[in-house]
């Protein structure tokens, strides 16, 4: 069995990617992604564990089958929760529908997702519940909204030290976490 102490991040990246000398990190969701990355190596207690690291890099025009999609699961099989973005640019390409289904479905991990677009927990919420406008991101990615119901999810705005919390709480990893269920820090 794997050692699953990293953290998969998935973020939407158009397809097909693009061909400039920037590639996916010419996306605005891969950004947010290297916020992560920069907290860290900022701030080595940050408790971001990239799962990305782990295996060595692909390059944006790998064949998927035979490099991409592999090299994807074996990075999910080596974590203990995703780190979803949903952003309003946010779109479901076939990576992110892979990396979803992969990671929710066979190897049951647990999703933190994080709202960059949102500043404050509060923005996120109406009445203690999640707003309308957050919960219709969800059908931006219907493999995750369908399959949500099968691990804990905590949802999250782009606060560095919310986004902490939920990578240091047992509830959101795979050996130890919570029933499903949707969860809101109070």
């Not at 969800?138 to 902490?164: C, E, G, Q, Y």
Request: hydrophobic share 35%; net charge positive.
């Amino acid at each position: 069995m794997a050692y699953r102490n990293g953290n998969y991040t998935a973020f939407y990246v158009a397809e097909p990617f693009n061909n400039s000398a920037l590639g996916a990190h010419a996306t605005k969701d891969f950004c947010y992604y290297n916020m992560l990355r920069m907290w860290k190596g900022a701030d080595s207690s940050f408790p971001f564990n990239d799962s990305h690291d782990k295996t060595y890099n692909v390059r944006d025009n790998s064949d998927w089958e035979a490099t991409l999609k592999p090299r994807l699961r074996e990075r999910l099989r080596n974590s203990k929760n995703i780190v979803l973005f949903i952003s309003s640019n946010t779109a479901n390409s076939k990576a992110l529908r892979e990396e979803l289904d992969y990671g929710i479905n066979d190897q049951g991990l647990p999703v933190i997702v994080i709202y960059p677009e949102h500043k404050t927990k509060e923005s996120l919420l109406t009445n203690g519940a999640l707003t309308q406008a957050v919960r219709n991101l969800w059908n931006t990615l219907p493999v995750f909204r369908d399959s949500m119901k099968k691990v804990p999810t905590i949802h999250v705005p782009l606060v560095k030290d919310l986004i902490a919390k939920s990578l240091r709480d047992t509830d959101f990893m795979v050996t130890t976490k919570a029933t499903p269920k949707i969860f809101i820090w109070p």
